[in-house]
């Protein structure tokens, strides 16, 4: 690095010795290979002030690492702030195994700067602080590696290096808008530090604060911490795979909700041909009372192999303009997702949300097809539940309506229908051999089906269990479960200007239909 | 499809016989699995107004298609008006190979609807088609199959269709808010129609008018025709494809461009350090005027292995703050990238486009390395800088200053920096087999150099050739140059407030080193 030094000795810039640089560069490269080889994702938070260190450290990782295997992120707090759900631009964001994801302005951001401005009070801030935790927890689950700095400098330290930038012609650019402003408020800031830092500070996601000495000895300390930290880590996940052992899956118990669950009900054509454009207008007058209180709707479907999901959403889909509506069928994941959290795959689908989003199988997969086919550990899945309500309490707490349909069909039902996909033309691209193989494990699906309606059927995103054997009565079903949801939500009754039809009266009412296990969390 | 027909006798939905359904089904499911074997993308656009049987084609294919092998695209008018480079969004929604999209509007919907409410001219009108046809060129020539449909009802028929979707309380949801607007305007949209079609009715990309019948006799139309075109333009590339043969490379012509450039020169240490921070502050500057201009800055990189590109993106992006830049490290192409057009992997980066993009080799592999490896066919390289020429006129009309730098540097000084990758342990990394082969065809990237220079040094995206054999000298001739024409595009100088060091004047005057060929196109 450039030597670079001011006749007040404020210094700029970081200068090792050629020995030294040398020495740290190869340890940083050693362990990025280590990180490619354990193939997990690391992640380093550098916070601080203007002149801390935090921007020298960024120049020597940039520099210093192969960049192919870096990501960097920093965020203008407005974009942040702009999107309902806060950590959805941090989810996708995390880094991919085998990389390093550097962010210097984080989700620490905005708890930060709220609490020292005065906008939030401390509940508000052990709130926001509550959020920063669990998904640092989430990831670490995961595997991946934190590794957070607080680089720090007292109020005195702040004035002189800022005053130093400010004499300098070709430095003074770095003094940024809000720099003199927040070395006024240093205190306020420092009291908030702390509080963050005491209560963030996890085993699994350790602070390290850098306080000490000139740029160079902060970058010294600094890297030999991040460094050993990464080490360490690899080193202790490496023990813990070998600690793993697979046991016995237990033999299923009998599921509940089957039994709940009408398999016989049906619709005659003539009901469905009347119902089905009257739902389909009451549906939209609903989504259109969800576009216009500025909400959006996710909606996830479940189900055996060839249970009729992609029936149902094709009716529901045609209820609004194409433009607003998303479907995602959810096959095998690529690579690229392989290589992510489970649940990124479907954050990164969540960006540039329609009014409507269609998940065709879901993030339940986590608890359904890899629980069975041993693709995550016992551990991995179990923990999912948890994860997978706080991923759709993010969601309803950023303005969504999230609704769940399992759609069930018996497993004769589901011969009759691979037997006519054998031998129909034009359907036979859906059925494989996976799909046989499946049918094999049909009571472990329904005992899995069976917890994550324990587990997942919360108040704010229900599970609404909608019996399909007859795919007419299937698709009236669920979406006619969909419209009430939406007008109990939304207590709202579009049905004034949408007059029931005549046979209307005459159907089973809902309520009894409603073969669904209640329990909030 | 459901069969639902209302007394006024107006069609509200499609009705095949079974027999017929299965028919069309069954050859709509083997041309898909044709397409994924052929391994190219089709592009299907459905055009015209509600009624007009657009949106029942659009519900045929969406239920009867394998929806994992197709996307959809609807867009909102206002969000394509947003982005500044209009066909950035089609260019990154563009189907992968093997895959099929829809879209239901799209890169006509602007032009139509501009020039029917007559905010543009016919002038106005065919600039706007030339890059829609330009746009369709460049996709058809790497393989794309296009199918433009174009659904017509006159104005009475037109009328007649929102009377009855106003008298149902089921269907009334279907009138959108301009629908009655446009039906008024008939006349004029289709006086605007006409003239589109026959401007962009191409043999790559026809139109095919669908204007006769009831709902279920346009869909058997248009079924007929997509599944008819699709599958002859298929067995049209697998003829070309065997039709093509290797010619053998012709002996490389001495290049232009390194006779023109002094390859000795260098700077001191002293001169350099004297230089940076001056021209850093500057760049700064420089990027502020850009940023209040609401302009952003591309910059692309080339040059041999080991030319020092790294270093020189380094220190230019230490000009600014993090949450401003972006550096994209250009690798070999993911599965998902090479399964499209080349340009994709670059246009995907260009959405949320910060104030500075950086790209470490660029979209100029297609004519360098995959044209010396040959992994494109001459005809597609050559090809090439067309398109790129194209690419970048489309990001600086859209408020983009791009300038691109070829560092270059002697074999001899090569030589010597693999050497000394190869005995430091932190640089390792950075060499391998690879690069020792392409060392071996030194003199035929020279002439790809040197053709590339000729080709697409334009007045709007500049090339500048920067010697690097010394690394300060490089380092500094590039921000320089940077800086230079920054002030010639902006017409401002910020040099009153950043003063120039010492040193400056002794400098050799950029005017002098700066070997570059003027042409521009």
């Not at 720099?179 to 602070?207: G, L, V």
């Not at 609404?464 to 009754?493: P, S, T, W």
Request: hydrophobic share 35%; net charge neutral.
């Amino acid at each position: 690095m450039t030597h670079h030094r001011e006749e007040d000795s404020i210094e700029f810039e970081v200068s090792f010795s050629n020995k030294e640089e040398a020495e740290i560069r190869t340890r940083l490269i050693a362990l990025q290979a280590k990180i490619r080889e354990a193939n997990i994702p690391v992640i380093i938070l550098l916070c601080g002030v203007n002149g801390s260190g935090k921007n020298a450290a960024l120049g020597i990782l940039r520099d210093w690492l192969d960049q192919r295997q870096l990501d960097l992120h920093a965020y203008e707090r407005r974009d942040v702030r702009k999107d309902p759900i806060e950590f959805r631009r941090y989810w996708c964001d995390t880094p991919m195994n085998g990389k390093t994801g550097i962010f210097v302005s984080s989700w620490y951001s905005d708890p930060m700067v709220s609490h020292a401005y005065g906008k939030i009070d401390d509940d508000g801030l052990y709130e926001k602080l509550d959020e920063c935790n669990a998904f640092e927890k989430t990831l670490t689950d995961s595997n991946a590696i934190f590794c957070k700095f607080w680089f720090y400098k007292n109020k005195n330290e702040q004035e002189a290096f800022l005053n130093a930038l400010d004499d300098s012609p070709y430095e003074k650019w770095r003094v940024m808008p809000d720099d003199w402003k927040n070395c006024c408020m240093a205190e306020k800031f420092e009291a908030t530090t702390k509080k963050i830092i005491r209560y963030t500070d996890k085993d699994y996601a350790p602070w390290f604060v850098i306080d000490n000495g000139n740029f160079t000895e902060r970058m010294r300390t600094a890297l030999d911490i991040l460094c050993s930290r990464v080490e360490t880590q690899i080193e202790e996940l490496k023990k813990q795979k070998k600690a793993e052992t697979k046991k016995k899956a237990p033999k299923p118990k009998k599921p509940v909700f089957v039994k709940e669950l009408d398999m016989t009900a049906q619709l005659s054509k003539e009901e469905y041909v009347e119902q089905l454009p009257y739902l389909r207008a009451r549906l939209n007058a609903l989504l259109t009372e969800v576009k216009k209180r500025d909400k959006k709707v996710i909606l996830a479907f479940e189900g055996p192999d060839a249970s009729g999901k992609g029936g149902v959403i094709s009716r529901l889909a045609s209820s609004i303009f194409v433009r607003d509506c998303n479907i995602f069928p959810i096959a095998a994941p690529t690579q690229e997702e392989i290589n992510h959290n489970y649940l990124w795959r479907f954050w990164t689908r969540l960006t540039d949300q329609k009014l409507l989003t269609v998940f065709d199988r879901t993030w339940y997969g986590r608890v359904l097809v890899e629980r069975i086919e041993h693709f995550a550990t016992d551990t991995e899945w179990k923990r999912a539940y948890d994860e997978i309500n706080h991923f759709e309490k993010q969601l309803t707490d950023g303005r969504n309506i999230v609704v769940k349909f399992l759609l069930y069909i018996t497993k004769e039902e589901q011969l009759v229908r691979f037997k006519a996909r054998e031998e129909t033309d034009y359907k036979k691209w859906k059925i494989g051999n996976e799909d046989w193989r499946n049918r094999d494990k049909w009571e472990q699906y329904d005992e899995a089906f069976d917890d994550m309606l324990e587990k997942t059927d919360t108040k704010y995103a229900p599970w609404f269990v909608v019996a399909d054997n007859n795919k007419k009565y299937g698709r009236i079903q669920a979406m006619r479960l969909l419209c009430e949801h939406l007008e109990k939500v939304l207590d709202y009754n579009p049905c004034e200007d949408i007059p029931a039809p005549e046979k209307e009266k005459e159907l089973p009412k809902t309520k009894k239909n409603k073969k669904k296990k209640k329990k909030s969390a």
